[in-house]
């Protein structure tokens, strides 16, 4: 990913994080970087952190913060795929864990905003340690997209 | 402590803690669980770094998420029969409010729960338990692999 005769490139992830985790409290919390972009596309990585073990016994990370991961990722996707920022917010997302996490390894998240209509956004996402043939959750959702600028700003759901 | 000393220790006292000390994201998240009319209610402490938009401002999503799949799995452990960790075969969270910075609670009911499997139903709520402002439904294995 680090084209070095693109060095605008590094410029663009750094607004992006910027944007997806900086912005975002939560996601700075996590520790979360962008491992890729494109666009309708976006990649996070969550590093593995001891503090967020779900298990002490296993050592793997807990689903919470798998989670949230994904609903980054995910919500940073349908961003990728819009001409304009707008706020937008998660309908639902439903995530299916098809094989146990590895601890001591970072988990990333490739998500892939496939259809935007005016209003709904829809993605899918897999996450995985590093080879995304073989994930170890895969995850569907879908998202509002706010249409009114002052709701971007200062708006809610409802 | 370990886990499992954890789940024995909760099920003799109906006090959280112990488990809330064993899971080191739990305590990340400010995420514990109390009996309240013989139910277990879950709870997440409010605390910055839990806001996913700071403008509007709303707590993230995932952590909704977190806290609904934390009381499932402390609810399975308080009426089950093991030890053994409940995994999450799959959880759907639905969005239905924009969660305020302050305290989340969160209810589950077992839909069903078989000898493998149980489906539960969870429902996040801050200031009206009848204005949830998410829910989510998961499937467990009960039985290891």
Known sequence: MSDSFLPQKDEIRRRLEGRYIGAVPHNRALNLRVADYRPEHLSLALPYREDLVGNPETGVLHGGCITSLIDAACGGAVIMSLVAPRRVATLDLRIDYVRPALPHQEVICDAHCYKVTRHVAFVRAAAHHGDNASPIATASGTFVVFRDSRRDVDGDSE | ?145
């Open chain 2, 1 to 145: 402590m370990r886990l499992r000393d954890a789940v024995s220790a909760v099920r003799e006292s109906g006090d959280f803690g112990p488990l809330h000390e064993a899971i080191p994201y739990a305590q990340f998240m400010g995420i514990t669980a109390e009996l309240v009319d013989d139910d277990v209610c879950g709870r997440m402490q409010y605390s910055e770094h839990l806001v996913g938009n700071a403008n509007v401002p709303a707590l993230h999503g995932g952590t909704l998420g977190a806290l609904m799949e934390s009381t499932a799995i402390f609810k399975l452990l308080w009426h089950g029969e093991t030890e053994a960790v409940p995994k999450t075969i799959n959880i759907t969270v639905e969005y239905l409010r924009g969660a305020k910075p302050q305290d989340v609670f969160a209810k589950a009911v077992f839909t069903r729960r078989g000898r493998r499997v149980a489906n539960v139903r969870v429902f996040a709520y801050q200031d009206d338990p009848d204005k949830p402002v998410a829910v989510a439904t998961a499937h467990f294995l009960l039985v290891q692999d």
